[in-house]
């Protein structure tokens, strides 16, 4: 069972700790399970309300996502550091963004 029962768990990933994440995908929340410990954390956006997509974890274990536009709203790109709980997030400089994926390559580059 999920934390959330309106979160709608959506695009999992694996960190490099073995942690699956994903996005609440009605609740604006990005969540981690540990299934060492079998318990949740969810970490609130900061564009709320909007819609998440897909989540992309670098090399430092950083977990990035895409808040995907909403009516009047510029599409994001979104920082989760594991470690500290800060969230960040960035407009992106592209009329009607809708970022749905985010791909961290080898080189510590974020492809949205």
Avoid: C, M
Avoid at 54 to 67: C, E, K, P, Q, T
Avoid at 103 to 108: E, K
Wanted: aromatic share 14%; charged share 30%; proline share 9%.
């Amino acid at each position: 069972e999920t934390p959330s029962e309106r979160g709608h768990p959506y695009g999992f990933v694996i960190d490099r700790k073995d942690r699956i994440w994903y996005v609440e995908y009605f609740t604006d929340h990005v969540v981690r399970f540990d299934p060492k410990t079998e318990t949740f954390r969810r970490y609130p956006i900061k564009s709320a309300p909007s819609a998440l997509r897909r989540l992309g974890v670098d090399a430092s274990n950083i977990v990035w996502y895409g808040v995907y536009g909403t009516v009047g709203k510029a599409g994001k790109l979104g920082r989760l550091d594991p470690e500290t709980g800060e969230v960040g997030e960035r407009t992106l400089p592209i009329p009607y963004a809708n970022p749905y994926d985010t791909w961290p390559d080898d080189q510590g580059n974020v492809w949205v």
